[in-house]
Each structure stands twice: as C-alpha cells, then as structure tokens.
C-alpha cells in the first residue's frame, strides 16, 4: 500500500470513521455499550454485537473519501505510477469506463478501503474501551451489591 502518498486520506477516513460509529453510539444506551463490550475483542465484533454495519460504514467512508476532481488524482498518481497502472479488483470506478481517471479512482478507493480496513484490526481493537471510557460508561451488573443488599436487610 502506497500509505506514504494516500497517508492523508487514509487519516482523514479513520476520522470519519471513527465519528460514525461514535454518532451511532451516542444513539444506544450506555449498558447496552458496556454489555458488548464485555463479550467481543475486535472492533468487528462489538459492532455487530451493537447493530453497527462496520462494513457498510466502511465502505461509504472509503467512497466518500476518494478524491473527485481529475487534478487531484492525477496529482495522486504523478507520485505513485501504480495507482494509474494498477488493475484495481473491483474495476474501473465512477461509470466503469477504461479511463486513467476511474483506473486511479477505483486504486485509490481500494486502497483506503484496505487502510480502514487495518485500522479496525489494528488500532481499531481499542476504540470501544476507548470510547467507554471517554463517556464514563460503567456496567451495571444488575441489583444492589451483595455488601449493600445485607446491610439494609440487616443480615450477614
């Protein structure tokens, strides 16, 4: 991956990403959050535990990420020749055209799909004990404590 060139792409999606999935959050009660949590180690997993689509998420992001005037991805291919030279998976972007322009869309696309995609296996494993703990959110385990339950029945 040309992370070098599309570094800044890539950096501005996790972003938008990452408020994404926070927007969606913010929507959920905080136990539901914290109940997930408990159960899921990857990113992946708390989501679909949440009802997040992390791969739909992922997908807009990465679309809605790729540069749309001509300059710019020109300018995006002058400094790595493989996004103009490559055969991107999917095929050529925007009207599926054999073009240079839609060949470097379709590689830049695949490309901050693929640094999204590292982010959520990587980095992305802390964002829910991260986000948690931003919002102070606690499990609640249900009931008074067992200390607490015997002192106001008066019992050991």
């Known amino acids: 991956m040309s992370y070098n060139i599309i570094g800044e792409h890539i ?35 708390f989501c679909d535990e949440v009802s997040i689509e992390l791969y739909d998420m992922i997908h807009e992001v990465s679309d809605g990420s790729v540069p749309l005037h001509s300059q710019d991805l020109l ?51 802390t964002f829910p004990d991260d986000y948690i703990e931003a919002n102070e959110i606690t499990l609640d385990v249900g009931g008074p404590s067992y200390a607490n339950y015997h002192r106001v029945k008066g019992t050991k």
């Open 11 to 45: 950096n501005d999606a996790i972003e938008d990403l990452e408020e994404r999935i926070k927007f969606e959050l913010d929507e959920l009660d905080p136990q539901e959050i914290a109940e997930a949590n408990e159960g899921t180690d990857t990113l992946q997993e």
């Open 75 to 125: 300018d995006l291919a002058k400094e790595d020749l493989g996004l103009a030279t490559g055969e991107p998976e999917l095929g050529p972007a925007f009207d599926g055209k054999n073009t240079a322009i839609n060949i470097i869309a379709a590689n830049v696309f695949e490309e901050i799909h693929q640094g999204l995609i590292d982010w959520c296996d990587d980095e992305g494993t």
